[in-house]
């Protein structure tokens, strides 16, 4: 009997609906879960790795995992930011901690399959790099800037009289406009930190799940067209059909980053009449999407996993 080990927290919604399409297939789903690391759960390695949890009965020994789908790390925001020293003693021993937690994946990526691995996993905090490795390639993503150079900034902003949007370069931040507003309330923080500008396109919104380089699922995202960004006012998900070349882009794109399992947000710009490949999320929110759009994607990753290990590992299959 095979045994998947997950790293993510036990409480997850998306964690607890894999583990029960991963045991109704028979087999053995362990979650390692640093929530509370390393205060109750305790991480140990040497020639090998071992993950001892308080609510479990036994040790997990990292050697019987087969293959580890990694969900999520964890690193707690302080318990108070506002006290300077509280807060840098909290962010070294965050970096610590996170490199015990990736240190132990490395370890497992040399022996068994990991998905998504650690490097593709961590493009999601380098969205600078992200864009220029898929633009480099020739994948359809919109022009993108990141600095804090003014005068930089002002040139971009002059090439895209439709606007530039603005945003944090890590992870699934908010997506606001570079108007004046912005800059009037980030004048000092641009002094000392650079954002991700980029070209605004606007259209139809489309989010794609993808799974071993094929498209699982895609949809369009009903919202209200007065906003931005579509997370603020979501309205729905409906149907999408799309041609077989953006089905094409979509499984390029993902395997250049390795992305193994990802939702991709898609917009179809009514003004360039292209679709561009905006964000890559290694770890998506999808129960919602599946109750919705009447897509299993838990039993998909679980039968994906299977196979993957069928396949004496082999993650990529390009039959």
């Known amino acids: 009997m095979p045994t998947i080990g997950i790293i993510g927290f036990k409480t997850d919604p998306h964690v607890q609906l894999l583990v029960k399409e991963i045991e109704r297939q028979r087999a053995r789903a362990v979650i390692v879960d640093f929530y509370n690391f390393p205060r109750f759960n305790l991480l140990s390695i040497d020639e090998a790795a071992s993950y001892d949890d308080i609510h479990i009965d036994e040790t997990v020994r990292f050697p019987s995992i087969d293959l580890l789908f990694l969900r999520n790390f964890a690193y707690p925001f302080p318990a108070n930011a506002s006290n300077r020293l509280r807060f840098i003693e909290h962010s070294a021993g965050v970096r610590n901690n996170l490199v015990l937690q990736y240190s132990v994946v490395r370890m497992l990526e040399d022996r068994i399959p990991v998905i998504n691995n650690l490097d593709s996993t961590l493009l999601h905090r380098l969205k600078s790099y992200q864009h220029f490795l898929l633009n480099a390639h020739g994948i359809s993503v919109p022009q993108t800037l990141s600095t804090n150079n003014v005068e930089e900034i002002e040139a971009f902003l002059g090439k895209f009289p439709q606007g530039v949007i603005v945003k944090p370069g890590t992870s699934g931040a908010e997506v606001v406009m570079a108007d004046r507003e912005f800059f009037e309330n980030n ?133």
Do not use: H
């Open 187 to 319: 004048q000092e923080i641009l002094r000392t930190r650079p954002f991700v500008f980029q070209q605004y396109v606007k259209g139809r919104s489309l989010r794609a799940y993808s799974l071993g380089g094929r498209a699982i699922s895609i949809g369009e995202i009903i919202y209200d067209k007065r906003v931005v960004d579509w997370r603020e006012k979501e309205i729905g998900v409906e149907p999408y059909e799309v041609k077989e070349a953006l089905r094409a882009e979509i499984a390029r794109a993902v395997k250049i980053l390795n992305l193994v399992f990802c939702s991709i947000d898609i917009e179809y710009d009514t003004l360039t009449k292209k679709y561009y490949l905006l964000d890559f999320s290694p770890a998506p929110l999808f129960t919602g999407w599946s109750k919705t759009t009447k897509t299993n994607i838990a039993g998909e990753i679980a039968d994906y996993l299977f196979s993957v290990l069928d396949n004496n590992g082999i993650i990529w299959n390009e039959s």
